[in-house]
């Protein structure tokens, strides 16, 4: 005689971890991409601090050489994989659904799947630390660099399991993301609800489409290579082993055709934050909607074809630097054509400097810097006197940090009341952004100086007579007031969740689906599945006889 099983008796605490840890939910498997990227970030942030004390002044050994290594690869690595993919990720899985009118992401298990694919890459990265201690007591971790290049990766040259941490750790997080970038695309093609056309879609929407076919098409190449690698290092194989007829420009080529896409695929989500929340602060509809969606298609079929411009220096023919240099400058087109489409939303509007909008337009202006050094870049000439300089650590930083992170703080002070039901401070908000702002030009602005003065990357100490020491020593300040708007965003998040203000349900009186439903929103997300007749469905049904918002 059988008996139906018993349930656990689980505490309340305990029972609310249970519930988050077999979610399907796409609200709650955002929210922990999000949070788990922010976790990361701080570590990475912290491995960033650590360089920087190193290099404050010359002659400096609060770090040996060895340990530096391990430091810059652990922080390039979890800024790229496991900062800006998780929270662009967990956007996705948290607003796409609600922002297209549908209850949850096409494939719920699958998206359960792909976020603990990342969660455990990311653990197994990290666990190198905790492995056999090495010389100078920082275990096993990585120390090739994020970027891995051969031949420096072969056994010959990389002995213990270092790398093999590197190469399993970000396969098994990368096949995460490949799942949920089939699951992103599949939903938004499949799921809209009644009335959403293609061209009514918010741009949010179109632009996280084109970012998870980036993601589907760019990935694979970087499993194939990891896979080569890994046979080299365990099987006796010589995809790159050099010394044994293998190549290493084949590992560039692979990680590259990878990598250039993989800028995109982390700083397109910003464009989709920004698009989102400029026109709702500026009380105006997006300039030229329909050119900013042929914009974002545009990047994502060039930026397939520009990865070469990281290996001008290597030695290749004329007629290919000349090829990929003309379509590295040809990206700025677009890139251009939405830059100028912020603007215009900008003007003549009814602007509200919130904190959200002030660092919509501190993303503006360093992405808009960081753009401008990498048309310098793209110049074949400029590029062989600055690679592999700190110029190109600080353009980087102006792209990815002062384009991706500024837009993410943004994205979360303007979704942050939808997600918790509760308001962030206005007040601590604006001390982090003056803070972050004057921290992060005073880290990576002396950069570029540092870098046209001849200041290689990777070196973790110098001579006193190099004319570099100033430069150094103002980006390490610049790191405390990084740190210091950290502080002030943590704390603000934390007063918020406890004693916030309660938000309701629009409280920036914005137009998109999502800002319909609770907040935050029920499980099921709508009451009534949703119909829409125009890109600013809730809009509409609040001012339906507004002048200033007819477009078509």
Same mark, same amino acid.
């Given at each position: 005689?059988?008996?139906?099983?018993?349930?656990?008796?689980?505490?309340? &605490?305990?029972?609310?971890?249970?519930?988050?840890?077999?979610?399907?939910?796409?609200?709650?498997?955002?929210?922990?991409?999000?949070?788990?990227?922010?976790?990361?970030?701080?570590?990475?942030?912290?491995?960033?601090?650590?360089?920087?004390?190193?290099?404050?002044?010359?002659?400096?050994?609060?770090?040996?050489?060895?340990?530096?290594?391990?430091?810059?690869?652990?922080?390039?690595?979890?800024?790229?994989?496991?900062?800006?993919?998780?929270?662009?990720?967990? @956007?996705?899985?948290?607003?796409?659904?609600?922002?297209?009118?549908?209850?949850?992401?096409?494939?719920?298990?699958?998206?359960? #799947?792909?976020?603990?694919?990342?969660?455990?890459?990311?653990? *197994? /990265?990290?666990?190198?630390?905790?492995?056999?201690?090495?010389?100078?007591?920082?275990? @096993?971790?990585?120390?090739?660099?994020?970027?891995?290049?051969?031949?420096?990766?072969? $056994?010959?040259?990389?002995?213990?399991?270092?790398?093999?941490?590197?190469?399993?750790?970000?396969?098994? @997080?990368?096949?995460?993301?490949?799942?949920?970038?089939?699951?992103?695309?599949?939903?938004?093609?499949?799921?809209?609800?009644?009335?959403? $056309?293609?061209?009514?879609?918010?741009?949010?929407?179109?632009?996280? /489409?084109?970012?998870?076919?980036?993601?589907?098409?760019?990935?694979?190449?970087?499993?194939?290579?990891?896979?080569?690698?890994?046979?080299?290092?365990?099987?006796?194989?010589?995809? #790159?082993?050099?010394?044994?007829?293998?190549?290493?420009?084949?590992?560039?080529?692979?990680?590259?055709?990878?990598?250039? &896409?993989?800028?995109?695929?982390?700083?397109?989500?910003?464009?989709?934050?920004?698009?989102?929340?400029?026109?709702?602060?500026?009380?105006?509809?997006?300039?030229?909607?329909?050119?900013?969606?042929?914009?974002?298609?545009?990047?994502?079929?060039?930026?397939?074809?520009?990865?070469?411009?990281?290996?001008?220096?290597?030695?290749?023919? &004329?007629?290919?630097?000349?090829?990929?240099?003309?379509?590295?400058?040809?990206?700025?087109?677009?890139?251009?054509?939405?830059?100028?489409?912020?603007?215009?939303?900008?003007?003549?509007?009814?602007? $509200?400097?919130?904190?959200?909008?002030?660092?919509?337009?501190?993303?503006?202006?360093?992405?808009?810097?960081?753009?401008?050094?990498?048309?310098?870049?793209?110049?074949?000439?400029?590029?062989?006197?600055?690679?592999?300089?700190?110029?190109?650590?600080?353009?980087?930083?102006?792209?990815?940090?002062?384009?991706?992170?500024?837009?993410?703080?943004?994205?979360?002070?303007?979704?942050?009341?939808?997600?918790?039901?509760?308001? *962030?401070?206005?007040?601590?908000?604006?001390?982090?952004?003056?803070?972050?702002?004057?921290? #992060?030009?005073?880290?990576?602005?002396?950069?570029?100086?540092?870098?046209?003065?001849?200041?290689?990357?990777?070196?973790?100490?110098?001579?006193?007579?190099?004319?570099?020491?100033?430069?150094?020593?103002?980006?390490?300040?610049?790191?405390?007031?990084?740190?210091?708007?950290?502080? #002030?965003?943590?704390?603000?998040?934390?007063? @918020?969740?406890?004693?916030?203000?309660?938000?309701?349900?629009?409280?920036?009186?914005?137009?998109?689906?999502?800002?319909?439903?609770?907040?935050?929103? &029920?499980?099921?997300?709508?009451?009534?599945?949703?119909?829409? $007749?125009?890109?600013?469905?809730?809009?509409?049904?609040?001012?339906?006889?507004?002048?200033?918002?007819?477009?078509?």
């Amino acid at each position: 005689m059988s008996s139906s099983p018993v349930r656990p008796d689980l505490s309340p &605490p305990l029972s609310r971890l249970h519930e988050w840890v077999v979610t399907v939910d796409h609200k709650r498997l955002g929210v922990m991409y999000i949070v788990t990227g922010l976790v990361f970030f701080l570590i990475g942030g912290f491995e960033a601090a650590m360089m920087r004390w190193q290099l404050a002044w010359p002659g400096l050994d609060i770090v040996m050489p060895e340990d530096f290594n391990r430091l810059f690869t652990m922080h390039g690595t979890t800024m790229v994989f496991l900062v800006g993919m998780p929270i662009l990720l967990g @956007s996705a899985n948290y607003l796409v659904p609600l922002m297209i009118g549908t209850r949850d992401m096409a494939f719920p298990r699958l998206n359960a #799947f792909g976020f603990w694919l990342f969660f455990f890459g990311g653990a *197994l /990265l990290y666990f190198s630390y905790f492995g056999a201690q090495g010389l100078y007591g920082m275990g @096993s971790a990585p120390d090739v660099g994020w970027f891995a290049y051969a031949p420096l990766t072969e $056994r010959t040259f990389s002995r213990g399991h270092s790398t093999d941490y590197w190469i399993l750790g970000l396969m098994v @997080s990368g096949f995460g993301s490949i799942a949920t970038g089939i699951n992103l695309v599949t939903t938004i093609l499949c799921m809209r609800c009644t009335g959403m $056309r293609l061209m009514k879609m918010p741009l949010f929407v179109w632009i996280m /489409l084109v970012d998870a076919i980036l993601i589907v098409v760019a990935m694979p190449p970087l499993a194939a290579a990891q896979v080569m690698l890994l046979f080299d290092r365990s099987l006796g194989a010589h995809f #790159f082993d050099v010394q044994a007829g293998g190549s290493a420009v084949l590992w560039q080529n692979l990680f590259w055709f990878f990598g250039h &896409p993989e800028v995109y695929i982390l700083i397109l989500p910003a464009f989709a934050f920004v698009s989102e929340i400029i026109p709702v602060f500026s009380r105006k509809v997006l300039f030229g909607y329909p050119l900013m969606v042929a914009a974002t298609v545009t990047i994502g079929f060039i930026s397939m074809g520009v990865w070469v411009h990281h290996m001008f220096a290597i030695g290749l023919s &004329p007629a290919v630097n000349t090829l990929f240099m003309a379509s590295t400058m040809l990206i700025g087109v677009p890139t251009g054509i939405k830059m100028f489409n912020w603007v215009a939303t900008m003007f003549g509007g009814r602007i $509200r400097l919130h904190t959200p909008m002030l660092f919509s337009i501190g993303f503006l202006a360093q992405f808009l810097f960081g753009g401008l050094t990498g048309v310098m870049l793209a110049v074949v000439p400029f590029d062989w006197q600055v690679s592999d300089s700190y110029f190109v650590v600080g353009h980087f930083h102006y792209v990815l940090f002062g384009g991706l992170i500024f837009s993410i703080f943004a994205a979360i002070y303007y979704w942050f009341p939808k997600v918790s039901g509760r308001m *962030l401070s206005e007040a601590l908000g604006k001390w982090q952004f003056w803070l972050l702002l004057i921290g #992060f030009n005073l880290t990576f602005g002396p950069m570029h100086v540092s870098g046209m003065l001849g200041m290689p990357r990777r070196i973790y100490t110098y001579q006193l007579d190099r004319g570099w020491e100033i430069w150094n020593l103002l980006s390490s300040i610049g790191v405390l007031f990084q740190a210091l708007a950290i502080a #002030f965003f943590i704390w603000n998040v934390i007063r @918020s969740l406890q004693r916030g203000t309660p938000a309701g349900d629009d409280p920036w009186d914005a137009w998109t689906l999502e800002w319909s439903t609770t907040s935050p929103p &029920p499980a099921w997300n709508f009451d009534t599945d949703p119909e829409v $007749r125009s890109r600013r469905p809730l809009w509409d049904a609040k001012h339906p006889d507004d002048p200033d918002w007819k477009y078509e």
